[in-house]
């Protein structure tokens, strides 16, 4: 089993949609999450943390379910700007000079 | 800002070639890493450096090899380019320690052909 596993999509919705994708990691003991964007041909770059049970900043909002072992990254009114892929990202535990695990991504793409 | 900034990127060069991919940051950070990615791979761990002249192999660290002389550079060298090193090269820098420490930095990319 992956480490990390995210829906590769792509998730096509119109703008103003609400969309929502989320990513599991096999570590029961992780204890911090990231998720970034990545645009075509650019480097991933930080989205949004989480440490405890979530995170909101805008019309984006992540939350993190530990029982069951996923994040989730919601968002809301899509522009056609959010269209990337988001990457989900955990640091390997127990910590190690943050070494860390990648998703493959999930790609959106928001259509006028 | 934080900036961290590799030297080429588009490269291309021929089999057999030696290779430097060179990448620099300015934010003093002790970690760096860098990775390769591939279309439906995502991004996969070359090497990654905790601090000068200090070196850990990640998951596919055969065909590289990495230098690490000054704080703020880290180079990834490819001894003998072959075509399937073609691909996006990320190096991407972070503080040591967990939680918030944890954010990684990346470069713009290098992208590589081998021919």
């Known amino acids: 089993?992956?480490?990390?596993?995210?829906?590769?999509?792509?998730?096509?919705?119109p703008e103003g949609a609400t969309v929502a994708f989320n990513c599991t990691y096999s570590n029961s003991a992780s204890q911090s999450f990231f998720w970034y964007r990545q645009?075509?041909?650019k480097e991933p770059k930080l989205l949004m943390s989480v440490y405890s049970s979530g995170n909101e900043d805008g019309r984006f909002t992540a939350q993190l379910n530990r029982a069951?072992?996923?994040?989730s990254l919601l968002i809301r009114d899509s522009k056609l700007s959010d269209?990337?892929?988001?990457?989900?990202?955990?640091?390997q535990v127990p910590y190690n000079f943050n070494k860390f695990y990648f998703g493959s991504g999930t790609k959106l793409n928001v259509k006028p | 800002d934080v900036k961290v900034t590799q030297s080429s990127r588009y490269l291309v060069?021929?089999?057999?070639?030696?290779?430097?991919?060179?990448?620099?940051?300015?934010?003093?950070?002790?970690?760096?890493?860098?990775?390769?990615q591939d279309p439906g791979l995502g991004l996969r761990l070359i090497?990654?450096?905790y601090d000068v002249k200090m070196k850990e192999k990640g998951d596919i660290p055969e065909g590289y090899s990495v230098s690490?002389?000054?704080k703020e550079?880290?180079?990834?060298?490819?001894?003998?380019a072959s075509t399937n090193q073609t691909s996006m090269y990320l190096c991407a820098s972070s503080l040591p320690g967990q939680g918030a420490k944890n954010i990684q930095y990346f470069g713009a990319g290098t992208r590589l052909s081998v021919l």
């Not at chain 1, 596993?5 to 998730?11: A, I, S, V, Y």
């Not at chain 2, 550079?73 to 003998?80: A, C, P, Q």
């Open chain 1, 1 to 13: 089993r992956k480490e990390v596993e995210q829906d590769p999509g792509p998730f096509n919705v």
């Open chain 1, 39 to 41: 645009d075509c041909r």
């Open chain 2, 68 to 70: 690490r002389e000054k």
């Open chain 2, 47 to 49: 090497y990654f450096s």
């Open chain 2, 73 to 80: 550079r880290f180079s990834l060298i490819l001894e003998s």
């Open chain 1, 68 to 71: 069951s072992q996923y994040i």
């Open chain 1, 83 to 91: 269209s990337a892929t988001y990457l989900c990202v955990v640091p």
């Open chain 2, 13 to 36: 060069k021929r089999t057999g070639e030696k290779v430097f991919l060179e990448c620099v940051q300015d934010m003093d950070h002790e970690n760096m890493f860098w990775y390769r």
